[in-house]
Every structure is written in structure tokens, then in C-alpha cells.
């Protein structure tokens, strides 16, 4: 994730991913940015689509939520009875 994100950036394209490695000030700072609408793109883990937190958090993105897209869903199918999509897309579509 990472990688894509260093890469938008360069293109000029506010974009940052969430994930274990950001420290807690980190992830305060990007959950702010994406709440301001202020990110095009946030890249993260499937899992975290199951935090309540979260997805709570999503549903105050100025602007709203276009779109979410889940890379690794093939990782995410084999788990499907641990990731309930459905439950997600509910809570966003509020």
C-alpha cells in the first residue's frame, strides 16, 4: 500500500493508507483527512472494514464515500463467515 500511496503522491493526488504501522497520532491525523473529505484515496486492509470506529468515521467523509474497493478480496473469500461484507455496505449506505 505503501508503494500506491508514494506514487499518488507523486502525481500530486492526496492519498495515504491506514494500517498497524501508523502510530496512533498517524492514524488520528488520517482519519481527520479523510472526515475533511481532504484524501482522493485511503488504502487499507480489508479488516478494518469491520471496525466499528472505522466505519463510523466513514460516514462522516465530507462529500461522503464514493466508493470503497477491496483489494485482496480473494484473501477476504476463503473468510467470508469472519468478514461479513454486507454488514459494511449497510452501515455506510445509512
Known amino acids: 500500500m505503501k508503494d500506491q500511496v508514494d506514487a499518488l503522491k507523486r502525481r500530486n493526488i492526496p492519498a495515504e493508507c491506514i494500517d498497524s504501522t501508523k502510530t496512533w497520532e498517524e492514524q488520528q491525523a488520517i482519519n481527520s483527512a479523510m472526515r475533511k473529505g481532504e ?6 486492509a480489508p479488516e478494518r472494514l469491520n471496525n466499528e470506529g472505522f466505519v463510523e468515521n466513514m460516514k462522516y467523509v465530507v462529500g461522503g464515500v464514493r466508493l470503497v474497493a477491496v483489494d485482496e478480496a480473494h484473501a477476504s473469500t ?13 452501515h455506510l449506505c445509512t
Open 39 to 44: 484524501l482522493r484515496l485511503l488504502y487499507c
Open 78 to 90: 476463503s473468510r467470508a463467515l469472519y468478514f461479513p461484507f454486507g454488514n459494511s455496505r449497510e
